[in-house]
DNA sequence: TCTTCTACCACATTTGAAGGGA
DNA sequence: ATCCCTTCAAATGTGGTAGAAG
């Protein structure tokens, strides 16, 4: 823990939003958050129902030395984007407050003071850039993010440390290539549902329960069924073809048959990487090769692997923060770091893949609570989501 | 002594190479 | 020669657990 407060804090100390890094009250780009807000662009987080039903738990994620995913898998659709305008997506996960946590009786009670967080560290989707067609063609998946506690990881994961709350947030930024993405319209999206604490081993039993059994890689921690483990292929795919609700389909909402965008490498994160050519015409194998993407599901009750697949029944949550002119730089690490106009003002290096903060607030969390459209139904589901 | 973390395990899924047939 | 499909093994992703570390 020492070496991420000695990484954290050489990361932080040129950036005057984090200076007081503990102060949440100074925190917050104050200048940033006066911005407007792009209203057109509205972000849909696929699997609310499970979201939700981790959330009322407290939602817990495993983070490992060598990275672990993300259960449930962040999701979303893109709708209101400007058709030929190309996009980068990208995808960070920052404190929720400065607290660190312990789990006691049954609950998450605070325990002291968080340690400094390594902001800057982003996700950037592997399709990055597209045009808005593109990215509103499917769903944008980031099945293959990882989150470890290593501050030493220098392989694209994110960092958090355990036993602390997190929020992921997902910008998107008018660019048509990693370079213009200093001065692209920034969006930000949240969602209080998943927000999540940070943990090398789950500490709620009921999250534990919840992952077996919507997890389709803890399948094997699942009670076996009444008649005995199934083995052949044929009571298999039967099984499959019916009742698991995890089974991984390879397109999204039936109604649109959109397919999802999936973040096929995690390699591809470095800044850059894939030309927009690439990502074009790859984008819609790389979706059909994920096989990770799924159904909207509509949970019944209880734990049950069993669900019914549905699109229309989920709502449509977003808030979005929209920033005139992106705050970000980016260093040599993957995911990467901006923040020009920083550098700029510290005198350190501002070419591309210098290394700086971004300027976000040390807690930047942005509530979802101010939703441009309560799409509450399947008809203004359609409405707002479909071509 | 307690809390947190790590390494290893068994099991399941995913991925990609190899081979065969059209 | 090319494409498509199937098979299979390796790689990868899970939570459980025992023991180490602080």
Request: aromatic letters at 12%; a positive charge; one cysteine or more.
């Amino acid at each position: 823990m020492a070496a991420l407060t000695v990484a954290a804090a050489a990361h932080n100390m040129y950036n005057p939003f984090t200076f007081n890094s503990y102060n949440t009250d100074s925190y917050i780009a104050p200048d940033i958050k006066s911005e407007r807000t792009d209203s057109k662009i509205q972000v849909k987080l696929e699997d609310m129902d499970l979201w939700k039903r981790f959330h009322s738990l407290g939602n817990e994620m495993i983070i490992t030395k060598t990275g672990r995913r993300m259960f449930p898998t962040f999701r979303v659709m893109l709708n209101g984007l400007e058709t030929n305008t190309k996009y980068m997506v990208l995808l960070d996960i920052v404190p929720v407050d400065d607290n660190r946590y312990k789990y006691h009786d049954s609950s998450w009670n605070i325990s002291g003071k968080a340690e400094p967080h390594l902001f800057g560290r982003y996700y950037v989707h592997p399709d990055s850039p597209a045009t808005g067609t593109q990215w509103m063609k499917q769903c944008v998946l980031f099945n293959k993010v990882k989150i470890t506690n290593n501050a030493m990881h220098n392989q694209g994961h994110i960092i958090l440390s355990s036993m602390h709350r997190y929020q992921p947030r997902l910008h998107i930024v008018e660019a048509s290539d990693v370079y213009s993405i200093r001065t692209g319209t920034y969006n930000t999206f949240t969602f209080d549902e998943t927000v999540f604490t940070a943990v090398t081993a789950y500490q709620n039993d009921q999250i534990t329960k919840l992952k077996i059994n919507h997890n389709p890689f803890a399948k094997g921690f699942r009670e076996q069924p009444i008649h005995g483990k199934k083995t052949s292929k044929g009571l298999k795919r039967q099984c499959e073809s019916s009742n698991d609700n995890e089974k991984r389909l390879k397109t999204d909402h039936g109604s649109t048959s959109r397919l999802c965008k999936s973040d096929s490498s995690i390699n591809s994160t470095l800044l850059g990487q894939q030309q927009l050519s690439t990502s074009t015409s790859t984008s819609t194998s790389s979706a059909l090769a994920d096989s990770t993407t799924y159904l909207d599901e509509s949970y019944t009750s209880g734990d049950s692997p069993t669900k019914d697949y549905k699109c229309s029944t989920t709502i449509p949550l977003t808030a979005s923060t929209s920033y005139p002119s992106n705050m970000y730089n980016y260093d040599t690490s993957t995911p990467f770091y901006m923040n020009q106009k920083l550098n700029s003002y510290y005198g350190m290096p501002t070419t591309p893949f210098s290394y700086s903060p971004m300027n976000f607030g040390q807690f930047s969390r942005y509530s979802t609570q101010t939703y441009p459209y309560p799409i509450s139904s399947s008809a203004n589901y359609n409405a707002f989501f479909n071509q």
